[in-house]
């Protein structure tokens, strides 16, 4: 229910140039009839006569020039997450041996957490089946060695024979020439002797020489054989050596290390001794502590805000009390967005100033980020002309 109640002194804007004839009187007694008739069913206000509009003041509505102040005198805060990393780390896995892929079993790895220099022992496998191994290959490369050297010396012997019948052949059929330079003085049957002596003679000598070349190439080819032989094998037995020496796992660098989680025993775990590992399975991740960043998500409204002078504080979640300082060190240009989500963002990378031992990879950490007043102050500008890019 509303109640209007026009006074009888109401004087209409000097603007209206409609002259209104009515006394005040009339106007008074039109007021009364008027919120009587509306008394009895009022459930919704009436509505408003039009008329011309009452000329806005001061009071109401403030003028332009008492807006606030521009919002680059005061800094920004943004806050992001993401997870520490290692600016230097490597993984390590279950070698993989060559020519075969079997299991192997761990005998001893390093504890959790231990700092480690360069070449120190991290892991070591069960080498039994391969030092068995290796000496089978070792024993069979010493027979094919042998039986090389033998056969070497077998087809120097039947060649040095094969040159001394070719020698005798050669004697044969000169003796059997001579004689037949004394044809005129014997008889004619003799000199037929002579003669058939000469072409078998002959025919022997050329039966050798082409005996003798196709042993030299069949000869040759078993040589050949039998040294491809010894080096298969010699290759055999580096690679079981080279297998030995992949059983032991050495630091590469120095740091830190950390046991990655692996399927062991039908659950999720990280290694120890006695678990058998399929190669290629994550074993272990060293890490230099002493350079630590933080992988950070920033939501697209924020990346305006963030500079190179901007001052960082990092919360870890694991250690609600520890607070380190970190600062900007680069920032992807393109956004990035889940696949169920329209919402996108970009990828930036503090780093940490502090070293300390509660500071390990994986970890999710908090960060508030503060902008100087002056980059805050450049910072609408450059998100107005972002917006207004098509």
């Not at 003041?57 to 403030?62: D, E, L, Q, R, V």
């Not at 070349?213 to 040589?223: D, G, I, L, S």
């Not at 979640?317 to 696949?339: C, I, Q, W």
């Amino acid at each position: 229910m509303r109640l209007v109640i026009i006074s009888s002194g109401f004087i209409p804007p000097a603007s209206n140039p409609l002259k209104v004839p009515w006394t005040g009187t009339f106007l008074t007694a039109m007021a009364v009839l008027a919120a009587m008739i509306s008394l009895p069913g009022c459930s919704r206000p009436a509505p408003r006569p039009a008329g011309p509009a009452e000329p806005a003041t001061a009071a109401h509505f403030p003028p332009a020039a008492a807006a606030p102040a521009v919002q680059g005198q005061r800094a920004h805060t943004i806050r992001a997450t993401g997870l520490i990393r290692a600016l230097e780390s490597q993984s390590i896995r279950v070698p993989q041996l060559a020519g075969t892929g079997i299991r192997l079993t761990v005998v001893h790895i390093i504890t959790n957490g231990s700092k480690v220099a360069k070449d120190d022992v991290l892991a070591q496998f069960d080498p039994t089946s391969l030092v068995d191994t290796e000496r089978d290959a070792k024993a069979k490369l010493d027979d094919l060695s042998h039986q090389f050297d033998q056969k070497k010396a077998q087809v120097s012997s039947d060649g040095t024979t094969r040159e001394a019948l070719i020698r005798s052949a050669e004697a044969d059929l000169e003796k059997a020439l001579l004689q037949l330079r004394k044809g005129p003085i014997l008889s004619e049957i003799d000199r037929l002797k002579n003669q058939a002596r000469a072409e078998n003679a002959k025919l022997s000598l050329a039966s050798l020489k082409k005996s003798d070349e196709f042993h030299k190439r069949a000869e040759t080819a078993m040589v050949r054989i039998q040294e491809l032989k010894v080096e298969r094998q010699r290759v055999t037995l580096e690679r079981t050596r080279s297998n030995l020496e992949k059983l032991q796992i050495r630091a590469p660098q120095d740091g830190m290390v950390a046991l990655e989680n692996t399927w062991r025993s039908g659950s999720m775990g990280p290694a120890r001794e006695g678990d058998e590992l399929y190669p290629g399975m994550p074993l272990i991740k060293i890490f230099n502590p002493s350079r630590m960043v933080v992988e950070a998500t920033v939501n697209e409204s924020d990346v305006a805000w963030l500079g190179k002078a901007a001052h960082t504080r990092l919360f870890l979640d694991a250690y609600p009390g520890a607070v380190f300082d970190a600062d900007l060190e680069s920032a992807s240009p393109v956004a990035t967005s889940g696949f169920d989500t329209p919402v996108r963002a970009f990828t930036a990378m503090f780093r940490i100033r502090q070293q300390d031992p509660r500071l390990l990879p994986d970890l999710s950490a908090a960060l508030e980020i503060e902008t100087s007043a002056a980059v805050a102050e450049r910072a609408p500008a450059g998100v107005e002309k972002a917006r207004q890019k098509p």
